[in-house]
């Protein structure tokens, strides 16, 4: 079954007998914890970023790209930096990878329930 593997560099992934490394380009997600919180006063935390990716991901332009990263990352473990145990746009990701239906409500509110 692919995972979340924690890594910091796309150096990392390849000593991660393939592993993907999603912390920033192509796969990254563009809201990160710490920056300004564009839905309520102070900064974003884990949580709210994978809120706002999954929401993204849910629009009519992020829905192609969730079925494109959903065909690149299938069956794969996906590397990112952020640590073990909170939430991640990863957990997202091999869950659009790895199921039928991706990016439903409840799973982003499952995602950012962790």
Avoid: W
Avoid at 78 to 85: D, V
């Amino acid at each position: 079954m692919p995972r979340r593997l924690q890594g910091l560099s796309p150096s990392h992934a390849s000593g991660s007998h393939g592993a993907v490394f999603i912390g920033r380009g192509l796969f990254g997600n563009p809201f990160r914890p710490g920056d300004p919180s564009p839905t309520a006063p102070g900064p974003m935390s884990p949580g709210e970023a994978v809120d706002l990716y999954a929401a993204t991901l849910r629009g009519p332009v992020g829905r192609r790209y969730a079925e494109t990263f959903a065909r690149l990352l299938r069956g794969k473990d996906l590397l990112c930096p952020c640590p073990l145990g909170t939430p991640c746009h990863g957990d997202l990701l091999l869950q659009l990878a790895n199921r039928s239906h991706p990016c439903s409500r409840s799973h982003a509110q499952k995602v950012s329930a962790r």
